[in-house]
Nanobody
Framework: QVRLVESGGGLVQAGNSLRLSCAAS????????LGWFRQAPGKERERVAT????????IYADSVKGRFTISRDSAQNTVYLQMDSLKPDDTAVYYC???????????WGQGTQVTVSS
């Protein structure tokens, strides 16, 4: 099992930045990919960004490309999401997730609220 704890959410004005962190504990050696997802009220959950075990492969949703950056510190079992040029449409609960090798994203954090005011 893997436990994920997010931090760093909050209220920010449009155009500003936030950095989310997610610390993993438990059976972290089996983790392959880490990712950030978000869900806004009344909308389906959206994959924001994912990163491979080595950090060499990152994938972003079109809506955040060029504004968000995902990174990971494997030694600290932590994944980050740097969010720049935030827009009101980025308002959502952001979730960290982990996937074992050849598995889906089966492990989830409790979520952290990000609110961007116009």
């Amino acid at each position: 099992q893997v436990r994920l704890v997010e931090s760093g959410g909050g209220l920010v004005q449009a155009g500003n930045s936030l950095r989310l962190s997610c610390a993993a504990s438990g059976r972290t050696l089996r983790i392959d990919r880490l990712g950030w997802f978000r869900q806004a009220p009344g909308k389906e959950r959206e994959r924001v960004a994912t990163i491979s075990r080595s950090g060499s492969t990152t994938i972003y949703a079109d809506s955040v490309k060029g504004r968000f950056t995902i990174s990971r510190d494997s030694a600290q079992n932590t994944v980050y999401l740097q969010m720049d040029s935030l827009k009101p449409d980025d308002t959502a609960v952001y979730y960290c997730a982990a996937a074992y090798f050849f598995q889906n994203f089966d492990y989830w954090g409790q979520g952290t609220q990000v609110t961007v005011s116009s």
